[in-house]
């Protein structure tokens, strides 16, 4: 398999995938400098023209969910996805999604200290901490305890916005934050 990647991008979050996968895996450097990441070579993998990309044979992912989501099923000896069938898949799928349709936007919106539209699709931040919260229940992890593709997703965009300083101020999220970070495959920027 290989992994497109740029140390200063979402790209650490799918390598941290792939090590809790247990999975061998070539990097190859993109150069945002040099636009790699925008020639016909490279927008054959992601016609988006952006990093996360993982080759594995004939196939291609981007989008960092998709990639969770194929390397979750993938590895299925690495229990880092509810299996297909089980009861918790449905909410599983719906956590993935939610990591970038809600809260990284919602997020987003917070960082840049902007207001959040209702009609665009997500929430205000406050509102994804409360649901996130909820999710987490009594933990450890999202789904209890067993670490999944979930909690990578979700949490590596709250460990992204510590990097600018920002904390959820929320001890249960904080003290889930702390744990993933010390996990010992867990992303490093
Ligand atoms: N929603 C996408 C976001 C991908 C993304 O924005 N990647 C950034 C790096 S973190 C990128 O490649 N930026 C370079 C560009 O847009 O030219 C994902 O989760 O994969």
Redesign the pocket.
Known sequence: MKLYF?PQ???VIARWMLDECGADYELVTID?EKKQ??SPDFLAINP?????ALVDGTTKV????AIGLYLGDKFPQAKLAPAIGSSGRGRYLSLMVYS?SQL?PAMGDALLKIDTVPSRGWTNFETVKDVIERELGQGPYLFGEQFTMADIMNGSMFLWARLWGTRTERPKLEAWLDRLAARPKAMKF
Not at 48 to 52: C, D, E, R, T, V
Not at 62 to 65: N, S, V
């Open positions: 740029n991008s979402r790209a945002f990441n925008k988006a023209g952006k990093l996360p981007f989008e960092g969910a970038t990284e």
